[in-house]
């Protein structure tokens, strides 16, 4: 985000305290949204948790179709929509909500720059592993990303969809990866995230950051997500500290709350489903 755009959301933001009705959009949670989508959609769930601040989920069908930037999640907030866990930290921050106030100015360098490779690591293997993997496109992708729609439509969006990601591996230098590759890019992701942990139930000690939510939406969605095969989620579970990290971020703040939702929990804080 520019500086500019900065100044510009914390202009709007600021004016108004954060409302009970505040709303999350996200894909349909049971035969619609895919593996990444999932993953950044926890991740800003948790921020908020962790920020104290009520959302209800409100699944749609058409929810990327909806988004400002054509990205999922995104939050509807007063007269303001925020789609990504970046704009909405800077959006919760005008409004007096911040979760990275107690860090200097090195641990929040230190901070991004891991948050930077849970998005170049974590996320870029999840898109690679949806639309450039066969056997996940075949048994997974391709059906759930089009489920929602008739054809010709459905395999019209899917092949777009597709397309976009295979033009952003290219891109990146990863469409020449093979899933070995990426399976160990994954592994050495984790083993820095282990390694920055260490024995504290929070990357930067006592309290949780953005960090900590984008870091448990991530390795949360993998280990409770069925893909074709497990070698994904074995790669996390070769730390018993992130697995850890995991069951307390779930406990803390997912368990103590209830209700419903369009995600089949409470309006105010909807409920995960239980690490395994």
């Not at 991530?218 to 989620?233: K, M, W």
């Not at 992130?242 to 069951?247: E, G, K, Q, V």
Request: with cysteine.
């Amino acid at each position: 985000m520019s500086l500019a755009a900065e100044a510009y959301v914390s202009q709007i933001a600021a004016a108004d305290p954060w409302p009970e009705n505040a709303t999350l959009y996200q894909p349909l949670k049971e035969d619609q949204i895919l593996l990444s989508d999932c993953a950044s959609s926890l991740a800003v769930q948790a921020y908020l948790r962790m920020c104290r601040l009520p959302v209800r989920v409100r699944c749609r069908p058409n929810a990327e179709y909806m988004s400002p930037s054509g990205k999922v999640p995104f939050i509807h907030v007063g007269n303001q929509v925020v789609s990504e866990l970046g704009p909405i930290v800077q959006f919760t921050k005008a409004k007096g909500h911040s979760l990275s106030d107690g860090l200097d100015e090195v641990q929040r360098a230190e901070m991004k720059a891991y948050m930077e490779l849970v998005n170049n690591m974590l996320l870029t293997a999840e898109l690679y592993i949806q639309w450039c993997d066969e056997n996940t496109v075949a048994e997974i992708t391709w059906p759930r990303y089009s489920s929602p729609y008739s054809w010709p439509l459905n395999h019209i969006l899917a092949y777009q969809k597709q397309w976009e990601v295979k033009r952003k591996m290219a891109a990146i230098g990863w469409a020449g990866k093979s899933l070995a590759q990426v399976y160990e890019d994954v592994s050495q992701c984790c083993q820095a995230l282990s390694q920055r942990l260490g024995t504290q139930p929070y990357f930067f000690n006592k309290q949780p950051t953005e960090l900590d939510a984008l870091v448990f939406g991530h390795l949360f969605t993998i280990l409770t997500t069925q893909l074709t095969s497990n070698e994904l989620s074995e790669k996390i579970r070769t730390y018993g500290n992130l697995l850890s990290f995991c069951r307390r971020v779930e406990q803390n703040f997912f368990e103590e709350h209830g209700g419903d939702s369009d995600a089949g929990a409470s309006p105010r804080f909807p409920k995960s489903p239980s690490l395994i």
